[in-house]
């Protein structure tokens, strides 16, 4: 006899909402990971569909000053 864990029913469900995320959401998420040196990335969901990305970026600061030379805006 075999059971269906919770994890399972829920890592099944997690794969069907990966194959609904449109390219274009998806290529926006991974722009902004690629884009961020230090700092977090929401992905905010409603009703099962993406609807915000927010990009926080934090700059580091050493004792000579910013630890990189252009920061982004």
């Known amino acids: 006899m075999t059971t ?3 994890l399972e029913r829920k ?3 997690t794969n069907d909402h990966a194959r609904k995320i449109p390219a274009e959401v998806a290529q ?6 690629a884009s961020i040196e230090y ?3 929401e992905i905010v969901i409603h009703d099962n569909r993406v609807v915000q990305i927010e990009c ?3 700059i ?8 990189r030379k ?3 805006s």
């Open 11 to 13: 890592t099944a469900a």
């Open 4 to 6: 269906d864990s919770g």
């Open 56 to 58: 926080r970026e934090k």
């Open 60 to 67: 580091r600061v050493n004792q000579s000053g910013l630890s």
């Open 39 to 41: 700092g977090s990335i």
């Open 28 to 33: 926006e998420i991974l722009r902004a990971v």
């Open 70 to 72: 252009a920061l982004k």
